[in-house]
């Protein structure tokens, strides 16, 4: 009997479970519970704040106030022109923060720092919307809020002794409420000289920071400290009314030119420099360069214990516009600790120049080049030195100089110009390259008589784009040379080692740069299967 008990027992349990599913599904087909309502569908301006924020991840700007509109192909024109922007931003945050960083040089043990990448990435920030004022004065008055969600490349290392200390700045979002004012409106292309920038609310910020390769936001606690440390910080800068300044024009004339010439500098001697070691003496160097240029000053050699020292040192500057810029020296006295000592200056003006004709000038070093500071009265010494402007010559007279040589029977084998002039490399960008892992940190190597110059690097992608230029200034005319480019690519591994692959090269000819004055062309990348790389290389004859 207990057999035949537990044997129906297990039938029963078989034959029960699939009848309860299936009488348990009938129920919820055809059995409706009665406090389930049907969905309420509304417009979508008809919802209020909470419903909006249950459906959108943010509202726009356009969406919560009528007085904004909706701007949505400044955005797609943001987005093709973000990569073409990297270069002029990042320069700018060089050329205002690495003077700060010279002033650290020398203390703490500190040996230099430097910025060993630089990018602000490939995602442009989104505007929310657009709202422009009505003033009284002639200019123009937009808020533009904005988000940014981007993945810049910013590397900083620090050398403490022979020490390297990296800290790296990555997945960055910034929310800013800008205000942004275009005047004065000037009858001259873009037609308004300065644009000037400031914030209408405390700025919201986020982003992560690795130090030698860890996370140090993951420490508890220091996430919300730095944050709200760096949003001060940003505040106190540029919340209106403080504002940031950048200027687009000098007074009528655009500020982005092109060389017109080349202003040779040759430092002859200094008399008399003023006394700032204590034992009498001094140990000076000269930092020349030109009013309105970003690129870095040109160092003659230190000349140690010295009041009276002689160079003899010849310096080539590349001019844009001879009436508006000035030729700046300052004279240091090197110190082996901290900063270097500043002994005098000088400033002279471009626009009297005269082309082809050397001016030698002997000039009394000025503290600042304010004329009614007392300080300038005091002796610093004087400085000795020549001056040439070379401008570059028009196409037509490139031309005519080329067709006298030949006609002489002179072929390219046996041109020589000495008069020299500016090679002029612009690295647009290339396609279709590809190496045998991830493309990390792709960038192109420009090499030229044994001088190496690099563009960004640019993080996993087969089709970077740098549009950066690099300028060389010959003593002679490159008929017989070549210009070797290289695309590159980069990997730092899990211990912090780098590994470096070659993804392709070009040689290019500058023989036909110099008798067209200029070639723009894409060029297939040797060694590589279908990689293409484009450049503009132009030559400004002297």
């Known amino acids: 009997m207990e057999i035949i008990r537990s044997i129906l027992g297990i039938i029963g349990f078989g034959i029960g479970i699939p009848i309860g599913i299936f009488l348990g599904f009938i129920i919820l087909i055809y059995c409706q519970s009665e406090h389930v309502k049907e969905p309420v569908i509304k417009p979508l301006h008809e919802l209020d704040t909470d419903s909006l924020l249950d459906i959108l991840r943010e509202i726009p700007m356009w969406m919560k106030h009528p007085d904004y509109d909706r701007i949505d192909w400044l955005n797609n024109f943001i987005s093709h022109l973000w990569p073409f922007l990297d270069k002029p931003i990042c320069d700018s945050i060089r050329s205002t923060v690495e003077p700060m960083f010279d002033e650290y040089i020398g203390k703490f043990c500190i040996n230099s720092i430097y910025f ?37 490349d910013i590397t900083l290392v620090i050398q403490f ?3 390297p200390i990296t800290i790296q700045l990555l997945d960055v979002q910034v929310f800013l409420a800008l205000r942004i004012c275009l005047r004065p409106l000037v009858p001259t292309f873009p037609c308004f000289a300065s644009t000037i920038v400031s914030l209408l609310e405390k700025p919201q910020v986020d982003f992560g920071l690795k130090l030698l390769g860890i996370d140090v936001m993951a420490i508890p606690g220091l996430y919300q400290i730095v944050q709200e440390f760096v949003s001060k910080q940003i505040a106190g800068l540029y919340l209106w009314p403080k504002n940031m300044d950048i200027q687009i024009l000098d007074g009528s004339v655009g500020a982005i030119k092109k060389p017109i010439g080349i202003l040779q500098v040759k430092i002859i001697r200094a008399i008399r420099l003023l006394k700032k070691d204590l034992l009498g003496t001094s140990d000076p160097y ?7 240029e970003r690129l870095p000053s040109k160092k003659t050699s230190i000349k140690k214990n010295n009041l009276n020292p002689e160079w003899n040192e010849d310096f080539k500057l590349i001019v844009k516009d001879p009436k508006s ?22 400033v002279v003006s471009l626009r009297d120049l005269v082309p082809y004709e050397t001016k030698q000038l002997t000039l009394d070093l000025v503290k600042n080049t304010n004329p009614y500071d007392s300080h300038n009265r005091k002796w610093r010494g004087k400085l000795v030195f020549e001056i040439t402007f070379n401008p570059f010559k028009e196409d037509g007279e490139r031309l005519e100089g080329l067709s006298c040589y030949l006609k002489k029977g002179n072929g390219p084998e046996t041109m020589s110009f000495h008069k020299g002039g500016l090679l002029i490399v612009n690295v647009e960008r290339a396609k279709d390259v590809e190496g045998r892992g991830h493309n990390n940190n792709v960038y192109a190597l420009v090499l030229f008589r044994g001088e190496k110059k690099k563009t960004k690097g640019i993080s996993k992608t087969r089709d970077p784009i740098w549009n950066e230029e690099f300028q060389f200034v010959l003593e002679e005319t490159p008929l017989k040379e070549k210009i070797h480019i290289e695309v590159m690519s980069k990997r730092r591994s899990l211990i912090g080692f780098q590994s470096k692959e070659t993804l392709g090269h070009v040689d290019i000819k500058l023989i036909d740069v110099v008798y067209n004055g200029r070639i723009n062309e894409k060029y297939h990348l040797i060694n590589s299967r279908n990689g293409v790389i484009a450049v503009d290389v132009r030559w400004k004859a002297l």
Do not use: C, Y
Request: hydrophobic share 40%; charged share 25%; no cysteine.
């Open 116 to 152: 060993e990448s630089l990018s602000i990435g490939t995602f442009p920030p989104h505007i929310h919307g657009i709202k422009m004022h009505q003033t009284n004065e002639k200019e123009v008055l937009i808020d533009v809020p904005t988000r940014w969600a981007g993945n810049p």
């Open 286 to 292: 000269i930092k020349l360069k030109l009013s309105g």
């Open 161 to 163: 002794f022979s020490l």
């Open 325 to 346: 810029q000035a030729l700046e020296l300052h004279v240091f006295d090197w110190e082996k600790v901290g900063k270097h000592d500043k002994i005098g200056m000088q």
